[in-house]
């Protein structure tokens, strides 16, 4: 098993900045690919970005690629997501996902969910 808790959310302006933190616990946390997906209830659950075991390789989604950053830090068992220039459109409910196996896009390679947290972009 594997729990994830998220934090970091909140109300920012667009064009602003913030920092989701994901920390796990349980197993080890080294072999897990970690991503992070968002939810609206118009557009479902969507893949946002993703990282490696290592934390040396990642994946985005087009939308939010060069203004996301994913990292992880394995010795504090905790992912991020680094969210810049944040549009109205970025507004969702944000999950932190493990996936046994590595990096992935995809949302069914992910056994373990956090609960979200939700992140509102105002204009």
């Known amino acids: 098993q594997v729990q994830l808790v998220e934090s970091g959310g909140g109300l920012v302006q667009a064009g602003g900045s913030l920092r989701l933190s994901c920390a796990a616990s349980?197993?080890?946390?080294?072999?897990?690919?970690m991503g992070w997906f968002r939810q609206t209830p118009t557009k479902g659950r969507e893949f946002v970005a993703s990282?490696?075991?290592?934390?040396?390789?990642?994946s985005y989604a087009d939308s939010v690629n060069v203004r996301f950053t994913i990292s992880r830090d394995n010795a504090k068992n905790t992912v991020y997501l680094q969210m810049n220039s944040l549009k109205v459109e970025d507004t969702a409910v944000y999950y932190c996902?493990?996936?046994?196996?590595?990096?992935?896009?995809?949302?069914?390679?992910?056994?373990?969910w956090g609960q979200g947290t939700q992140v509102t972009v105002s204009s």
């Open positions: 990282v490696g075991r290592s934390g040396l390789v990642s």
């Open positions: 349980g197993r080890t946390f080294n072999d897990y690919g």
């Open positions: 996902a493990a996936a046994r196996g590595g990096l992935s896009r995809q949302e069914g390679a992910y056994g373990y």
